[in-house]
Structure formats: structure tokens, C-alpha cells
């Protein structure tokens, strides 16, 4: 059993999930920021620093566990001539965005979410492009890298507001102006919303037939079939999502503060199911390899 | 302004990673082959540039030393001298790094004499 088969993408969940965290909760203050209170603002930074943190984390360790699945032992991951391979790649380029990007994010998490949007956007753009520069994204040129970063930016919208929207939901159970703050937050959401994943759903679906090649390669390949997992994954993703528009948030809407305890539980499983797709995600674009062209 | 701003940064970030897959197209003896002959060299052949890492011989379990001179060179073929070998039937694995930074690997196996 080759160790580095799990421990890289292990690696690759921990960067998505800085990512997430980073650039879900500055597009959360960018888009939804002039209905936050101070304590949610406050708790956005927070979130965009530990996010952050673990980016910065994920970084330093994507390099040395690279290089070990390159040489295939432990000792590879420590060996200068292995490491400084990796570097030389893309991988070094794209380590360099994220940590800029990550860096930048832990200095200026409160500028960040404040609707500075050349902070915030040099920020975001910095990490998604460092997934754009590196691996299978760059197998069809500018078309999939710009494709990618797109995704990204629209899977950052969507599930960088789980954290935010659930502290919420807890809050307004027993206090009304967090109430008013969720309504308020989740009627733009839902706007937002429908936009963005249709947006994640186009460039998802282009991006699929650039990288498999074929239909017959989604079901005939490993790359194909994990790929089929994360669609039936995001497939359950929007039926949640659409359980929280038309029947959770117009509730909370109309002052249902069970709804909001609903929503709160609604939300924690999509938040299972978005970890879930990070996992699947996370193996395709390390351990498992592109099907063969035809 | 501050769209136009981004996308041009955008662009120039990625400029860098103009870098294709590369993984293995073919290798001589093909994977499965039975030769009559013991050969006198391994051919892997990528799709693009990539970097042979590792590359280990066995026959039955036990390692075969190789000449690795042929290590850490971007080429699309690489071609491994093989000492004198005997009848039996012989595990390739290989790992190689790929001109998009990809880690590749596999493994292939041949048989010599009957």
C-alpha cells in the first residue's frame, strides 16, 4: 500500500478547506456584507484568518508529501533533490499564489470582508489561481485554468456561507435581530445563489468533458467514476439547497424561528456533503490520473 | 477598472502553467508480452516531457540492480539499458513526473523464455 496515495489527498482536503474558508467568507462579506452586524463581521475575520492558517498549513506540507509520492518512501519526502523537482514544477509556482494569497489573508482578515474588494479580490484571486496553474486544470490551456477559477470562485460563494448562515441559525432561535439578520442574509443569498450555481453547474460540466474526453470515460474510467460520485454529491447539494429557498428561508422570512432550527440542520448536512465532494475532489486531482485520450 | 484589473492579473498569474499531461503511451515489451529473448533494454514512452523518478526490475520478488544513470531526464522515451537476464517473469514499477507537476506511476510485467 503506497501511504503518499492517501496522505496526498488528505493534504489537498486541508488546502480546499483553507480555500473555502478564505474565500467563501471574504465573497460572503463582499456580497451579503451591508446586512451584517458587527458580530458577524467580526466573526467572518476570524473565520478568513483560521482558514488562513490552515491554507498556510496545507502549503507547507503539499511540497514535501508531493515529493514523497514521487520517490515513493517517507525518505523522498526529505530529500533535497525530490523536493527541489516539485518546486521546479508547477507546484512551486502555484505553493507560491497560495501563500501570498493565504498570507495576505491572515494579515488582513477585517479589510478583507469589509467590502475592500482589491483586497479581498487580489486575495481570492491569488488562491484560486494557484489550484488553476497546477495539475489537470492545466491540461486544456488558458479555456480550463479561467474555467477553473470560475468553479472555484462559485463554489467559494456557496459554501463559505454554510459557516456563517449556521451561526446565524443557532443565534436566532433565541434573539430577534439575528432573526432579522438571517432572513435579510438568506433572501440575498437565495439571489445570489441562483447565479452562482448555475455558473458552477456550466463550467463544472465544460470542465468535465475537457478533462475526461468522453461520456464513455465517466462511467468506463476511476477518474470517470469518482467524477459521476461528486455530480451525485452535488446533485444532493442543490436539493437541499432548494429545500432552503423555497420552503426553509421564506419561513424564517415570515418570522418562524423553528425554521431557523431547520435551517441550522439543513445546513450541517449540506456542510457533510460539501466535505464529502472536497474528499472526491481531492483524489481526483492527486491519486487518480486523467483517462487515456481515444 | 477594477475587473479589467484582476482579469489581466489573472491571466498573468497563470501565464506560467502552459504544461500538458504526460502520462505513459507505451513500453517495450509491451505489458503481458512473452519473449522468446531476454531484451537488452526497458522503453518507456510518455505523451509529453516527463521525468523518470523511479524505476525497479523484479523476477520473482527480488529486485534486479539497474543502471539509473537514465534517472531525473526530461524526455518523452526513456530507454534503460538491462543486464543479462534469465528466464522467469519480470515486474516493472516505475514513477515519473509529469510535465503538469503530476506525480504518475504504474507498473507493467513481461516474460522471458517459456
Known sequence: ?294 | MILRTMLLLVLLVMAPAAKAHSPLVATMPADGAVLAAAPDSLQLTFKGIARLARLSLARDGADIPLDMDHLMQKATQHNVPLPALADGRYKVRWRALSADGHVIKGTFAFTVGN
Not at chain 1, 434573539?175 to 435579510?184: F, H, N, R, S, Y
Not at chain 1, 462511467?219 to 460520485?229: C, K, R
Request: aromatic residues 6%.
Open chain 1, 1 to 294: 500500500m503506497d501511504i503518499w496515495v492517501l496522505i496526498l489527498p488528505l493534504v489537498r482536503v486541508i488546502l480546499y478547506t483553507g480555500m473555502m474558508l478564505v474565500n467563501g467568507s471574504i465573497f460572503y462579506g463582499l456580497l451579503l456584507g451591508a446586512q451584517m452586524t458587527a458580530g458577524s463581521k467580526a466573526h467572518l475575520a476570524g473565520l478568513v484568518r483560521a482558514g488562513a492558517l490552515v491554507g498556510l498549513a496545507a502549503v507547507a506540507l503539499q511540497v514535501p508529501a508531493s515529493a514523497g509520492y514521487l520517490g515513493g518512501d517517507v525518505a523522498s519526502a526529505f530529500d533535497p533533490l525530490y523536493l527541489q523537482l516539485m518546486l521546479e514544477t508547477t507546484l512551486g509556482w502555484s505553493s507560491l499564489l497560495a501563500a501570498a494569497g493565504f498570507i495576505m489573508a491572515v494579515w488582513l482578515p477585517r479589510l478583507a470582508v469589509k467590502y475592500h474588494i482589491p483586497t479581498g479580490g487580489l486575495i481570492c484571486l491569488l488562491i484560486a489561481s494557484a489550484f488553476a496553474v497546477h495539475g489537470h486544470a492545466t491540461t486544456g490551456g488558458m479555456v480550463t485554468r479561467l474555467l477553473l477559477v470560475i468553479h472555484l470562485a462559485c463554489v467559494a460563494v456557496w459554501l463559505g456561507a454554510f459557516l456563517p448562515l449556521h451561526r446565524l441559525c443557532r443565534l436566532a432561535t433565541d434573539d430577534p435581530v439575528a432573526l432579522l439578520e438571517l432572513a435579510q442574509t438568506g433572501r440575498r443569498f437565495a439571489q445570489v445563489g441562483s447565479i452562482t450555481v448555475a455558473l458552477l453547474l456550466v463550467s463544472g460540466g465544460i470542465l468535465a468533458v475537457f478533462l475526461t474526453g468522453s461520456v464513455t470515460a465517466m462511467v468506463a474510467t476511476d477518474y470517470g467514476l469518482a467524477l459521476s460520485g461528486k455530480v451525485i454529491l452535488v446533485s444532493g447539494l442543490l436539493g437541499l439547497a432548494a429545500l432552503n429557498r423555497y420552503r426553509l428561508v421564506p419561513a424564517v422570512d415570515s418570522g418562524e424561528r423553528a425554521a431557523a432550527a431547520r435551517l441550522s440542520l439543513s445546513l450541517r448536512l449540506e456542510m457533510l456533503i460539501a466535505l464529502a465532494i472536497i474528499l472526491v475532489t481531492s483524489l481526483l486531482t492527486t491519486s487518480l490520473d486523467l483517462p487515456m485520450p481515444p
